[in-house]
């Protein structure tokens, strides 16, 4: 079968080299000149099972409404911008800050990204693929008593449904990792996944796409996707800036402009672009670098040390799809990672960036058929496409041949909404 995949980031390229492994003749397209340089180019380097509490929770009312007005907030919205996609999605955001669609999403969250973790596994030992990979495991570190226990409360419901998850007091956080100790004085406990793990995007997305095109898939890069050609109900081609591309059939894997192009065949997807940030700094000559990788929940921080570099990423800003970055919103990563990692590496050289994270309302990707057959979709996986990315190309390879995927579906579908 002729597959033509939109999307050249991690989840695009994980699901062209897996449909390669399964004999299909597969097209990449990508409007960047190589493979991974959006939101895969300088994530967090998280792969977090750990992280499955959706954004949609009661505790994220309390903290909206806190975070509002403060230019330092993690969460900050550019609210000069009418939008009316924005609002959509807020309102639909705001349906899922219950209680019972929190654990709900956290449930389905949790059912792919610990699949996917497995399924990552399996590829690198098959593949034999580096990529600055750290299998230590992630400590979530707090500060406040009641955010430590409403934390504890929630890894309950990670641990029955298969995520080792242990609580830490903060002599353990520092077992853990020592180089906390500037930060431990202030710390309630921590939270610790040991089958977690972290590694460059990246560097994954590029030599898994080499071992991609090894195989037989065709990238096309420096190519504008426009939208698709319809006749008698069937999408025919995709329509692009150097002419028409056609396949049998079309995965739909664009993160954040996804729904820009679903709407060209009348799809209405509530996927929206959340600013992130990073900086990477040097490590070499600096002690203080942690060797496994942090979540401070508090500030919605992570750090991953990759070789001789540390990234530090962080923060959301819904600001449609501008991704210039802020230079308020860099010092505050700065000023953070400066506090709780004074001797991590060359501060004054940082290297930053910021990427668009294709956030659903409900933080749960959107896996599947649509109404059209021709379509597929694979997107929507917001701050978790690196956890989930390997475990989403097995399910679209299972549903492109025909087979009931490994793990259940419901609730990671389009007609959820």
């Known amino acids: 079968m002729r597959v033509i995949i939109l999307g050249a ?7 062209a080299y897996r449909l390669s492994q399964e004999g299909h003749d597969v097209v990449v397209i990508d409007r960047r000149a190589h493979a991974g340089l959006e939101a895969s180019f300088a994530n967090g380097g998280q792969v977090s099972a750990s992280h499955a509490e959706p954004w949609a929770t009661p505790t994220a009312l309390l903290n909206g409404l806190r975070w509002l007005w403060r230019s330092d907030a993690p969460l900050v919205f550019r609210w000069m911008r009418w939008d009316p996609a924005l609002w959509v999605w807020l309102w639909q ?5 219950t209680s019972s669609r929190a654990r709900h999403n956290t449930e389905c969250i949790l059912r792919l990204a610990l699949y996917s973790r497995t399924m990552l596994k399996a590829l690198r030992a098959e593949t034999g693929l580096s990529y600055d990979s750290c299998n230590k495991g992630i400590l979530h570190i707090y500060r406040a008593s009641r955010a430590f226990t409403h934390a504890c409360t929630a890894a309950e419901i990670m641990r029955a449904h298969g995520l080792e998850c242990q609580p830490c007091s903060v002599t353990t956080c520092l077992t853990i990792e020592p180089a906390l100790r500037d930060v431990a004085p202030h710390l309630a406990g921590g939270l610790y996944s040991p089958d977690d793990e972290s590694g460059d995007a990246h560097l994954f997305t590029t030599r898994l796409a080499q071992l991609a095109q090894s195989a037989g898939v065709e990238f096309r890069f420096g190519v504008n996707v426009l939208g698709f050609q319809t006749e008698a109900g069937r999408i025919v081609h995709v329509v692009t800036d150097h002419g028409p591309i056609t396949g049998t059939l079309y995965i739909l894997a664009l993160g954040s402009y996804s729904p820009l192009l679903a709407r060209t065949v009348g799809l209405r ?3 929206y672009p959340a600013k992130g940030y ?3 700094v040097k490590t070499t000559g600096f002690a203080g670098a942690p060797h496994v990788s942090i979540t401070d929940d508090e500030h919605k921080m992570v750090y991953s040390k990759f070789s001789d570099r540390l990234r530090i990423a962080g923060t959301a800003e819904f600001s449609g799809w501008d991704s210039t970055i802020i230079q308020l919103r860099i010092a505050l990563l700065l000023k953070r990672a400066r506090i709780v990692f004074p001797n991590g590496g060359d501060y004054t050289s940082a290297v ?3 990427g ?10 959107m896996i599947g058929h649509t109404p059209w057959p021709e379509l597929l979709l694979n997107t929507g996986h917001g701050t978790l496409g690196w956890t989930m990315a390997v475990g989403s190309a097995y399910v679209i390879a299972d549903l492109v041949a025909g087979r009931s995927p490994a793990i259940d579906l419901h609730g990671l579908g389009l007609e959820r909404f």
């Open 93 to 97: 955001f705001l349906c899922n800050c």
């Open 352 to 354: 930053s960036w910021a």
């Open 269 to 271: 997807l509530p996927i």
């Open 356 to 365: 668009l994270r294709p956030k659903t309302p409900d933080s749960l990707p």
């Open 278 to 280: 990073s900086i990477t």
């Open 9 to 15: 980031g991690v989840i695009g390229v994980s699901t």
